[in-house]
């Protein structure tokens, strides 16, 4: 293989969306083994970034407006393909309790189907962006961040595929040509796609974190 970094990373980026940095590529290509095929680089490459803090291991262009939550500009529109990963999401259509039984419903590897709970047993290596949880309507509000650390709410206009309570923190994914309105990303179909991964550390501590929050808010409104 001529100069494995050139080729891994064009395929990345065309094949994947995903444009490592180089310094983070030459460490992951010292790993690997010199007689490993290009095909079989991408894959594992690919899944390691999914897995990855995209504020280390991602190039910084294309990334969001460093003042995309100005809310004094009415609406624009972000152009190309731009990688970001999930941070928080909040179901604005249920209650404080109901959002603490879905998170826990998650934790006991429980989903819903319907008004039925079901047992959801996940595999060691599943890179599912649901977590195991089914998504039942609702309306999402999902904190991302790109790979430059800028960080923008996301509003769901319409049900996006695999958006959920259940969908992991840390999943990436792909933003193109979505739109933005005073501060906030519109966030459709047509305009989010999701690849997968997590980061374990980031949704351990978002869901004890996130329940807290729900608790704190419960208390206050009782008072």
């Not at 094949?15 to 590529?25: C, N, S």
């Not at 997968?196 to 929050?213: C, F, M, Q, T």
């Amino acid at each position: 293989m001529s100069n494995p970094a050139i080729q891994v990373a064009s395929q990345l980026a065309s094949q994947k969306g995903l444009r490592p940095t180089a310094e983070w590529l030459t460490a992951f290509l010292s790993t690997q083994r010199p007689t490993t095929s290009l095909q079989s680089l991408v894959q594992t490459a690919h899944f390691r970034l999914l897995a990855s803090d995209i504020t280390t291991s991602l190039s910084q262009d294309p990334c969001l407006p460093k003042d995309i939550a100005n809310v004094q500009i009415q609406e624009r529109k972000l152009r190309g393909d731009i990688a970001v990963q999930l941070l928080g999401i909040e179901d604005i259509s249920k209650s404080r309790w109901e959002q603490i039984e879905a998170i826990e419903a998650i934790e006991k590897g429980e989903g819903t189907k319907g008004r039925e709970i079901i047992r959801v047993v996940a595999t060691e290596d599943d890179d599912s962006t649901q977590g195991g949880v089914q998504k039942v309507g609702g309306v999402h509000k999902l904190l991302l961040q790109d790979a430059a650390g800028t960080v923008v709410y996301g509003l769901e206009l319409k049900p996006v595929e695999g958006v959920g309570l259940g969908t992991s923190i840390g999943c990436k994914m792909t933003l193109r040509d979505a739109v933005i309105a005073r501060g906030v990303l519109m966030l459709e179909p047509r305009s989010v796609s999701l690849m997968g991964g997590k980061i374990e550390s980031l949704r351990k501590h978002w869901k004890e974190g996130r329940k807290a929050e729900l608790r704190r808010g419960i208390e206050e409104q009782e008072r």
